[in-house]
């Protein structure tokens, strides 16, 4: 068995695997905050998250881009793991969806994008989400959308 320590990392990685359901199914905070820890920060390098520091802020903008501009969005996860020493749980998905919705920078275009990006979630002793980096080219979406040049 896993022991007492296996069960621990388990339960880690259960909640942030939660999160990352809640988070792709546009429940937005009030769907994901059982998972977070207090004040949980978020970071993502990229320009269309740059204003973004909390994990409350980052599910709000999540559910607030699939409801609107990305309206009917989907995302698959391609493969997950975590790691005990770091106390990190990772998520590789890909989400598709088609500019369709009201909302965005322009009027509808459309134009679909299905776009690969990775989560990478900081767990605490209290195996809830303490601070959340997401890998995502921004522009590649941006292009695909017609949102860019």
Excluded at 110 to 131: I, L, P
Aim: aromatic residues 14%; proline residues 3%.
């Amino acid at each position: 068995g896993f022991g007492v320590l296996g069960c621990w990392f388990m339960s880690a990685f259960e909640n942030a695997t939660k999160y990352f359901h809640a988070c792709e199914s546009l429940e937005g905070w009030e769907g994901c905050k059982q998972y977070v820890a207090e004040g949980a920060g978020f970071g993502g390098q990229c320009e269309a998250l740059a204003d973004i520091s909390t994990l409350e802020a980052y599910t709000e903008w999540m559910a607030g881009l699939g409801k609107g501009p990305l309206v009917g969005c989907s995302y698959v996860i391609n493969g997950s793991g975590w790691d005990e020493e770091n106390r990190m749980a990772v998520f590789f998905g890909t989400i598709t969806g088609s500019h369709n919705g009201e909302g965005g920078p322009v009027p509808p275009t459309g134009k679909e994008t299905q776009t690969d990006y990775v989560y990478a979630c900081k767990m605490n002793a209290d195996d809830k989400v303490e601070f959340m980096t997401k890998v995502w080219n921004v522009s590649w979406t941006l292009r695909d959308l017609g949102w860019a040049a």
